[in-house]
């Protein structure tokens, strides 16, 4: 055969390229100008799943998807048409998959003969390694956390890199952060110890996680979790710091908040009980320390609760809030204001030199709070009751403190609006003796040992049945009856008065009823009303309630309200008027002439009856000053036109000289002893008769 006619693969497989084209790692190929293989390495047939018999019948631009067949034809064309190297991707197919190659060609002369000599290089390991490298940045942009890392130089760890969240929680852009040492953003006078403690982990090439503050480009602080951590390249050397920042400033706000929530009282800002245990706690182990003493003042608002009940909830907080405000302004830096509940404050004075200073001290409070205060216009009073307990001469924990504080509070109560009293022993027995009373009488209400009964009010001069009094008795089980004296005060004291006021009004309501039964459909039944009472805003409405109830007429129900609660507070005193006249009730003003009268307060007052002072009347007698204060008593109720009653009448002589007198109306003894329900039948029987 001649030379020029061997078989085009016999003439290129004769060069040296045979020989080394199986050893390339990728494939290896010759296609002649009609487009078909003429030469191939192994590679060419794994990568396309043919064997050399159909690689010799395969056009090239078989092996490739339709979509990709248009570029890899053109640049096949432009191979033959230009000198150099055409690169172009496309997918070669094989077993039904699709793999990503870089094919390179050049134009090979042999003789007459043109042909596209090339290579191809699996692109399958890049794409996946570009996939992974993608998704890790889109990670790296999407988490919220900042990324940032740095490169080891020496006493330097300059930035090199920082994500989307960096910048977001910083303020500083990428071009703003690179090159800069990482500790740029370094907020003077913030944690040292804590950078001191970054910088040595930095050092000694190990990893760490930290929280401190920064500083935004704006200049506001944060607080950021900080983790940092080594990375180290192939000789094991950390040659990279990669750095994670947390923004925790909203989360140490909330801790704060939550933090002060539980140790604070919501309303006026000051400690409660529970940073109040820490702070006497603290205050007894200082002075331990230092050999001084320390005071405990528990002190409680005078007629708080009426200021609640009469100028609402709004005064109320009010009058709380300044106070607290003008208690912490009263005292040290050192001492602690705190609110238990309600309108009682503890005071927590440590390091205490002396009695005398203690003194000082209490003064300075109590002239703060006489200062005055305004609600909407409405003088308020803001006066208090003190009791002070020392460590270590009355107690030497917190509970035992606050409870001597308490008792030698009591006894400042006892003592008049504005007293202070220091703890002594001898309280002690008392308050335990109050504190049984008050459980004692709390199970006086769940057991029903509190009753009714009656004492009949009748006309001096024919002794006509006027009305009734209701009256309060309590059958205790080791002391025997008592006398409303006996425990009324201690029901006003803890607020049972309220409860206990609201049973008379419907066992009241009942006798009533009862009363029209007996063919007394007219006769009035009066009660008696502690000040606690009358001035929550819904007594009156309870009280129309409860008649409306058991159908019962309001000018059958009186009201009785001691004077002297009355003419303190004059306002309340022609609110509570107003109300009860517009209600219909009858009300009176009992033991009128007890005390210092205000005269043109009565006056001003819609009042249908006044009830003499049992001194009043005690003073009639056989010997004495026969009976002076009454017939003045007397003489300013004709004055007034209000009609008096006269009370705890016991004997004849007393019986005749308010008749002489002009004295309507009277009650005691003489006329009857108080009467339960079922003996106040049997009475009103007997005097039918006659």
């Known amino acids: 055969m001649d030379k020029r006619e061997q078989d085009p693969a016999t003439k290129v497989g004769a060069s040296l390229l045979c020989d080394i084209m199986d050893v390339l790692p990728g494939t290896f190929y010759v296609i002649n100008e ?28 078989e092996l490739f998807p339709p979509a990709d067949r248009p570029v890899v034809a053109q640049a096949f064309c432009d191979v033959f048409e ?35 000599l090339g290579c191809g290089i699996d692109l399958s390991s890049h794409y996946q390694q570009k996939d992974t490298l993608e998704l890790r940045e889109r990670a790296l942009h999407a988490v ?9 130089d020496g006493a330097d760890n300059p930035i090199v890199y920082v994500n989307p969240a960096f910048e977001r ?59 940092i951590t080594p990375v180290r390249d192939r000789q094991h050397t950390v040659s990279h710091y990669v750095g994670i920042i947390e923004d925790v400033t909203e989360q140490r706000q909330r801790m704060a908040q939550l933090e002060h929530q539980v140790t604070h009282d919501a309303l006026t800002g000051l400690a409660n009980r529970t940073l109040l245990r820490d702070r006497i706690e603290h205050a007894v182990t200082s002075a331990r320390r230092t050999g001084l003493s320390a005071a405990v003042i528990l002190l409680d608002l005078n007629r708080f609760k009426e200021i609640n009940d009469t100028l609402g909830h709004d005064a109320g907080d009010f009058v709380l809030c300044t106070v607290a405000r003008r208690l912490q302004e009263a005292v040290r830096d050192s001492d602690t204001v705190a609110r238990l509940g309600g309108d009682e404050f503890v005071l927590v004075l440590p390091d205490q030199p002396d009695l005398r200073f203690t003194l000082g001290m209490i003064c300075r409070i109590r002239q703060a709070l006489m200062a005055p205060l305004d609600f909407n216009g409405q003088p308020v009073p803001t006066g208090a009751s003190m009791g002070v307990a020392m460590y270590p001469a009355d107690a030497n924990n917190f509970a035992a403190l606050l409870r001597a504080a308490d008792t030698a509070m009591y006894e400042s109560k006892r003592g008049g609006a504005g007293a202070v009293h220091f703890y002594s022993p001898e309280m ?70 309220v409860e206990l006021g609201r049973r008379v ?31 929550r805003h819904d007594y009156l409405s309870y009280l129309a309630g409860r008649m409306a109830q058991h159908g019962i007429r309001p000018a059958r129900m009186g009201l009785e309200v001691k004077e002297a609660q009355l003419i303190r507070n004059p306002d309340l005193a022609r609110k509570l008027c107003a109300g009860v006249r517009s209600l219909g009730v009858g009300l009176t003003v009992d033991q009128f002439g007890s005390g210092i009268s205000n005269l043109h307060c009565l006056r001003s007052l819609s009042i249908d009856q006044l009830k003499m002072a049992p001194e009043s009347v005690q ?34 002589v007393q019986r005749d000289f308010l008749a002489a007198h002009g004295c309507p109306g009277m009650q005691g003894r003489y006329v009857s002893e108080p009467l339960a329900p079922g003996e106040l039948e049997h009475w009103l029987a007997g005097r039918a008769l006659h």
């Not at 190990?206 to 704006?218: G, H, I, M, S, T």
């Not at 066992?507 to 000040?531: E, H, I």
């Open 34 to 61: 009609a487009g078909h293989f003429v030469l191939w390495n192994t590679q060419v047939e794994l990568a396309t799943g043919r064997d050399a018999t159909q690689l010799r019948t395969t056009h090239m631009l």
């Open 82 to 116: 230009q000198d150099g190297m055409v690169q172009v991707e496309a997918h070669l197919e094989a077993d039904g998959r699709q793999v990503p190659y870089l094919l390179c060609g050049t134009r090979l002369v042999s003789g007459d003969q043109k042909y596209v």
């Open 505 to 535: 009004i419907d066992r009241v309501c009942g006798v009533l009823v009862q009363l029209d039964t007996l063919g007394y459909p007219d006769l009035p039944v009066s009660v008696n009303v502690s000040g606690r009472e009358f001035i």
């Open 619 to 652: 003073e009639i007698c056989p010997h004495g000053r026969h009976g002076t204060l009454a017939k003045t008593m007397l003489d300013i109720g004709h004055n007034l036109n209000i009609p008096v009653t006269a009370t705890s009448v016991e004997t004849q």
């Open 169 to 227: 929680i910083t303020g500083y852009t990428l071009q703003e952060a690179l090159g800069r040492d990482s500790r740029f953003m370094a907020a003077p006078g913030h944690d040292a110890a804590t950078r001191a403690q970054l910088a040595a982990a930095v050092a000694a090439r190990r990893p760490l996680n930290v929280v401190l503050r920064n500083r935004r480009k704006n200049g506001e602080l944060f607080w950021n979790h900080l983790s």
């Open 428 to 497: 002690t027995s008392a308050s335990a003796l109050r504190l049984r009373m008050e459980k004692a009488l709390r199970d006086a209400l769940l057991h029903d040992e509190i009753h009714l009964v009656l004492q009949p009010n009748v006309g001096v001069a024919d002794g006509k049945l006027l009305g009734l009094e209701a009256l309060l008795r309590w059958r205790h089980p080791e002391l025997g009856e008592l006398l409303p004296g006996e425990f009324l005060s201690v029901a006003e004291s803890n607020g049972l008065i």
């Open 144 to 152: 919220n956390n900042g990324v940032v890392i740095t490169r080891c």
